[in-house]
Every structure is written in structure tokens, then in C-alpha cells.
């Protein structure tokens, strides 16, 4: 068990749709990363935040929007969504955003788009 | 630009053989390196770490040795086991712009008795 909770474990929705995925970071870790780790894509960097503010953004789509709350958990929300964004999410934690820290997974939310 | 080239798989080994994935990277600044291991519908695990060259990560029998002359970090074990089936990412952490983190495509492992 790394720490890292996230939520749902399960999604299933239809094209079109909204939906927001919920992580809640190691205790004391500050920063907090999303992935998307699919098939034929394996597994991309979306958007980082430090402290509340964001970070680094890596292949996110402007249809995706990410933040973090006062209490350190986050949230990355989907919107219009499409078949092709049928992935794991995962969100990771670390202490801080050096490159030495090295970054704690969560379980993933798997999410099907039909 | 910063990405990490790993072996590809799948592969399969036999029980007590020897393991060797191959990793190498282009960044730029100094990266630190990583070897994470994700099993089946587990997220991903890290095995081991090196934050500078000439670095050895080491961790339950795998070991990585960062070489920064060859841009490399070779994942070895010298006898693996069944429950070492997995998949075996490796990765680049960077501060240039928050820490963010570069992953290879990931490499299956298959151990048979």
C-alpha cells in the first residue's frame, strides 16, 4: 500500500460525459502528479501540482482540467469525453518536486468510455 | 528533448536465470533515474532509485547502476523468480520544470517454473 488513495476504482460512462476523479496524496506530500496509461500510448505524464498550484503539464488535453485543494487532494476532471480516452488514471504523490523524490502510485481509477 | 528507450518485450525466462533490461535516456540537466515494477492490476511499485552517476540502486535482488557516459540503466537480477512477473517501467525524474517524470514504454516479464 503506497498511501496514495484514489477513487472511483471503476468508471463507466458515455461519450460525451463528465467525469471527475478523485486522489488523495501520501500524508505530508505535497505534490501530486496525474498519468494516463493506456495500450497503445503507455503511460504519459499529464499535469503536476505543487502545494495548490500547478507545476508542470505534460500531453494534457484542453477537454482535462486538474487542481488541488487546500487539504492536498485533487481532482482531474474529464469532460466531452471520447472512446479514445478509455484508460487507467493514475495520480502519484511525492514529498516534494525535486527530481530526486522519487513518486508513490495509487491504485488507478480505470475508466471506460462506451 | 527528455525520453527513456527501454527493451522491449515481452520476455520470458525461466526460473534462476538472469536478467537483464536494458534502459537508456537523453535529458537534459541531471536526471535522477528509476526503476518501477507494476504488477497485475496494482499500480506501479518503485523497485529502486540513483540520483547521480555512478550510482547503484538496489533493491529485493534487482540492481541498476547509473552510467551517465552511456546514458544507461540496466535493470540485472541474477536469478529470478515466478513472482518477479511483471512490468518493469523504467523512468527520468527532472527539476527543470517541477519534477516531472519521463517514462519508458515498459517491459513485461514472464517467469516460468
Known amino acids: 500500500d503506497s498511501g496514495v488513495t484514489q477513487t472511483p476504482k471503476h468508471l463507466i460512462t458515455a461519450t460525451g460525459q463528465r467525469v471527475t476523479l478523485r486522489c488523495s496524496p501520501r500524508?505530508?506530500?505535497?505534490?501530486v502528479y496525474w498519468y494516463q496509461q493506456s495500450l497503445d500510448q503507455g503511460l504519459q505524464f499529464l499535469i503536476q501540482?505543487?502545494?495548490?498550484?500547478?507545476?508542470a503539464k505534460g500531453n494534457i488535453l484542453e477537454r482535462f482540467s486538474a487542481q488541488q485543494f487546500p487539504d492536498l487532494h485533487s481532482e482531474l476532471n474529464l469532460s466531452s469525453l471520447e472512446l479514445g480516452d478509455s484508460a487507467l488514471y493514475f495520480c502519484?504523490?511525492?514529498?516534494?518536486?525535486?527530481?530526486?523524490?522519487?513518486?508513490?502510485f495509487g491504485p488507478g481509477t480505470r475508466l471506460t468510455v462506451l | 528533448g527528455n525520453s527513456v528507450t527501454q527493451m522491449e518485450g515481452p520476455v520470458t525466462l525461466s526460473e534462476e536465470a538472469f536478467l537483464t533490461i536494458n534502459c537508456t535516456y537523453t535529458?537534459?540537466?541531471?536526471?535522477?533515474l528509476f526503476w518501477y515494477v507494476q504488477y497485475p492490476g496494482e499500480g506501479l511499485q518503485l523497485l529502486l532509485k540513483?540520483?547521480?552517476?555512478?550510482d547503484k540502486g538496489s533493491n529485493k535482488g534487482f540492481e541498476a547502476t547509473y552510467r551517465k557516459e552511456t546514458t544507461s540503466f540496466h535493470l540485472e537480477k541474477g536469478s529470478v523468480q515466478v513472482s518477479d512477473s511483471a512490468v518493469y517501467f523504467c523512468?527520468?525524474?527532472?527539476?527543470?520544470?517541477?519534477?516531472?517524470?519521463?517514462f519508458g514504454t515498459g517491459t513485461s516479464l514472464t517467469v516460468i517454473p
Open positions: 523512468a527520468l525524474g527532472l527539476s527543470n520544470t517541477g519534477n516531472q517524470f519521463y
Open positions: 501540482y505543487y502545494n495548490g498550484e500547478e507545476r
Open positions: 500524508s505530508g506530500d505535497l505534490s
Open positions: 540513483a540520483t547521480k552517476a555512478d
Open positions: 535529458a537534459t540537466g541531471y536526471p535522477s
Open positions: 502519484a504523490s511525492s514529498v516534494a518536486g525535486d527530481r530526486e523524490n522519487e513518486q508513490f
